[in-house]
C-alpha cells in the first residue's frame, strides 16, 4: 500500500443514548432548508469540500443535483454563526432505519473555533428525531480536517470499519 492512499473510516451510533453533546451559544443556530434547494447544496458541497479534496460532484449538472436534493430522504441543515452562514450537513434517511450524514463540514472561515463539534451535536439529534431510526452512520477520510475523526469519536460514535482508496 502507497504512503499516499486515502484511509476511509466508517462509524455508526447504534442508540441515541451514546451521544456526547457538545453544548453551543446562542450565536449558532442551526435551521432545515426548507424548500430544498441544489443551487444551495451544490454551492455548500463546493464551499466546504473544497479543501478537503470533495471531488465526486463538481461534474454534476443542474439537473444531477436537483435529483439529488429533491429527494423526499434528504434534508439539509445549516448552521449559522452569528447570522453568517458557517456550515452545514446533510442527513439522508435510509431504509431500516439508517440515517447518514451523507455530507457535514465548515466553511474555511469557521473552522477552528469550536463549531464543529456543536454542528455534528445538531446532525446526531436531528437524525435520532425520526422515530424509527436504529443507526445513525457516517463516513470520514484522512483527506479531511485533521481532527473530523475526533470529533466523531468524541461524539459517541463508534468505528466499525477502516479501508484504504
Not at 67 to 80: A, C, F
Amino acid at each position: 500500500m502507497s504512503d499516499d492512499a486515502v484511509k476511509i473510516f466508517h462509524l455508526e451510533m447504534l442508540d441515541r443514548h451514546a451521544l456526547v453533546p457538545k453544548q453551543g451559544g446562542t450565536e449558532f443556530q442551526i435551521e432545515l432548508v426548507d424548500p430544498a434547494d441544489p443551487t444551495l447544496n451544490q454551492q455548500l458541497y463546493r464551499e466546504v469540500g473544497s479543501m478537503w479534496q470533495w471531488t465526486d460532484r463538481l461534474i454534476w449538472k443542474d439537473a444531477q443535483w436537483r435529483k439529488y436534493v429533491d429527494r423526499k430522504h434528504l434534508e439539509t441543515w445549516i448552521g449559522y454563526w452569528k447570522g453568517e452562514r458557517a456550515g452545514y450537513f446533510e442527513l439522508e434517511f435510509q431504509h431500516d432505519g439508517n440515517v447518514e450524514i451523507m455530507y457535514f463540514g465548515l466553511l474555511p472561515e469557521f473552522i477552528g473555533m469550536g463549531l464543529g463539534g456543536i454542528l455534528l451535536t445538531v446532525a446526531i439529534q436531528s437524525a435520532w428525531l425520526k422515530p424509527d431510526t436504529r443507526r445513525v452512520w457516517v463516513h470520514t477520510c484522512s483527506n479531511d480536517h485533521k481532527h473530523a475523526l475526533e470529533n466523531y469519536l468524541k461524539r459517541g460514535f463508534q468505528l466499525f470499519k477502516t479501508e484504504f482508496q
